[in-house]
């Protein structure tokens, strides 16, 4: 008989984390047995939403309490190594949403925790599961257009209010302690993580932030506008977000310039320029199993003890997490970092 894994939910304050129990419960040999959070609120929504009737006021009572194979960390950035860690003491699996800590101390932490317990750790990145992100990402890493030299992905939107994320969601973003910085931290870290996937770790980095400011003023004061701009021996990487960009996406993005052409993604195709030929617009492949959403890929890695791989890697998260954090360093001081940090 095929096992079930039984899954905990450890916190529910970071959105995503209703999208993917959307995905646990398309899986017939999963079940979602309980959940710990210390907001009363949240609780009761998972209970009304997905029928979760075993709640704990805390992730840590939770853990200690259910017999779980699995646990779905939602929480702020800040407590991403603290769920881990408790996990990984009970040889409990985790996937974990995005980025992966608020620092890199704790991303370094993490990835300890899971190779000395021997579980599998995924870091929950929803670019992750875009079929044009996985169609540019093997274009790219086949060599398609030669040696990468540039690497640029801006993430943005019009606020965390104003695109509705919860009032839990919006009190973690807006913490720096939480989540480690502002805009920098919450939307950086998808072209820090398609740099550290595409280019591995830097040689130096430059971060710039600010407070441009579409909607009230935060408290604490937090950055909504970022830049990360890093360096390799034959490449550079921008890394651009904001809180206040009222309007869509106006070009190609992301961007991958080689030395034999260009691949990009525009309205979720793939564009590529090579040097004398027409340009392509290529429908990306559909999405197949188990590469389709982040439970499905756990499940399989799981079950065929196959490393986590990808952009969805701890290792892949942990090197965005230093690019972040020498972005925001850097962005503090005004001085280029050098790496390893």
């Excluded at 994320?165 to 870290?189: H, I, Q, R, W």
């Excluded at 990009?264 to 990306?284: C, F, L, S, T």
Aim: hydrophobic content about 35%; overall charge negative.
């Amino acid at each position: 008989m095929a096992k079930t894994y039984r899954v905990g939910i450890a916190c529910m304050s970071h959105d995503h984390v209703w999208g993917e129990l959307d995905h646990w419960k398309q899986l017939p040999n999963v079940e979602l047995v309980a959940g710990g959070d210390d907001e009363p609120a949240l609780l009761a929504y998972l209970k009304e939403k997905h029928g979760v009737t075993h709640l704990y006021n805390s992730y840590q009572e939770m853990i200690e309490n259910e017999e779980l194979d699995i646990v779905q960390a939602a929480g702020g950035n800040s407590e991403g190594a603290d769920i881990v860690e408790l996990a990984a003491s009970k040889g409990l699996h985790v996937i974990s949403e995005k980025p992966m800590a608020a620092t890199l101390a704790q991303a370094e932490r993490m990835k300890a925790a899971a190779e000395k317990a021997g579980i599998h750790l995924l870091i929950n990145w929803p670019s992750a599961w875009s079929a044009a992100w996985q169609d540019l990402e093997r274009r790219v890493l086949a060599g398609e257009i030669g040696e990468v030299r540039y690497v640029r992905y801006r993430s943005a939107h019009s606020g965390p209010i104003a695109i509705g994320c919860s009032p839990y969601f919006v009190k973690d973003l807006t913490t720096p302690e939480v989540n480690g910085a502002g805009a920098l931290m919450d939307y950086c870290c998808y072209g820090a993580k398609l740099t550290a996937r595409l280019l591995g770790r830097p040689n130096n980095v430059m971060g710039m932030r600010g407070t441009f400011g579409n909607e009230p003023a935060y408290n604490p004061p937090s950055d909504d506008n970022a830049v990360i701009v890093s360096q390799y021996d034959h490449a550079f990487s921008v890394c651009e977000a904001s809180w206040s960009q009222p309007v869509g996406y106006a070009e190609t993005n992301p961007l991958v310039y080689g030395s034999e052409g260009s691949i990009g993604i525009y309205h979720d195709k793939i564009q590529i320029q090579r040097p004398g030929k027409a340009e392509e617009i290529v429908e990306p492949k559909p999405l197949e199993y188990p590469y389709r959403h982040a439970p499905e890929y756990l499940l399989h890695c799981i079950e065929n003890g196959l490393k986590i791989e990808g952009f969805c890697s701890p290792e892949v998260s942990r090197n965005a997490q230093e690019i972040l954090e020498a972005g925001l360093r850097s962005a503090n001081t005004g001085q280029t970092l050098k790496l390893p940090l």
